[in-house]
Structure formats: C-alpha cells, structure tokens
C-alpha cells in the first residue's frame, strides 16, 4: 500500500509541475503577442539614455547628416539593448563620437558675458562697444 500511496503522490507532483508549466507558457504566449506593439525604434532607445545637451547635438547630426547619423544611431541602440552602454551620454561625448567617425556636426555656439550685473551675448557687447567709439 505505501507504493500506491507514494505512486498517488508523484503522479499529484507531476500533474501539478504540467499544469504550471502550461500556465508558464500561456503567459509568454500573451506577453509575446504584446511585446511586437512594443518594439522602440532604435531612436526611442537612445533618447532617454540621453544627458546634458545630448538631444541638441543628435537632432543637430540628424538634420546635417541624416544617413551616417542614422547608422550610428542604429549601433548605439543595439549596445544599449545588449548592456554594453548603461550610463548616461552628454552631448559633448556623442559629439565627440561623431567626430571621431569622421561626421563634423556644427553647433550653434553662443558666448555670454557679464555686464552690469546680467548676462549678454558676446556679439551683442562688440556690437554695444563699436557704436559707443564710433560716436567720439
């Protein structure tokens, strides 16, 4: 008798190992079907990994190089997705990438200075000091 009750207890352990497994692969079945819907584009991958000024310099490189810029853009997201990248890029270390690949990006630069007290353009103040000496 200790056999059959044994034999009843693995048979109860074996039905109940199955019946998880099936509600294990039901579930993946409904979370595959889900995941395609919620494929990023390799763009939407990058940007939130984007820091300081990063966006600036990547909509920069998108608008004067489109097609070398969408090839970067492709292998940043596949390193990003595999783990290779998990820290944040600033716009000085993508610029910095993209001119070591030979991609030149033009950033608009603006020079502040301080004067009486609030900030202006360096353009703004040579311009200020042409007009002041031009009047003597």
């Known amino acids: 008798m200790s056999d059959d009750s044994e034999l009843e207890r693995l048979k109860a352990k074996r039905l ?3 019946q998880k497994n099936i509600s294990f692969k039901q579930n993946a079945q409904k979370q595959s079907n889900i995941k395609p819907k919620e494929k ?17 310099v990547l909509q920069n490189a998108e608008s004067q190089f489109p097609n070398e810029t969408k090839i970067i853009v492709e292998k940043l997201s596949e390193l990003i997705n595999t783990g290779e990248i998990n ?40 311009s200020k000091q042409s007009l002041d000496t031009g009047d003597d």
């Not at 584009?41 to 966006?55: C, H």
Request: glycine letters at 10%; a neutral charge; charged letters at 25%.
């Open 16 to 18: 109940a190992e199955m």
């Open 40 to 56: 990023k584009t390799p763009r939407e991958v990058l940007v939130p990994i984007l820091g300081y000024r990063g966006l600036e």
């Open 87 to 126: 820290e944040v890029i600033d716009g000085g270390q993508l610029l910095q990438l993209f001119r070591s690949v030979g991609i030149n990006i033009r950033m608009q630069t603006k020079i502040n200075v301080e004067q009486d007290g609030k900030f202006v353009s360096l353009s703004d103040k040579l």
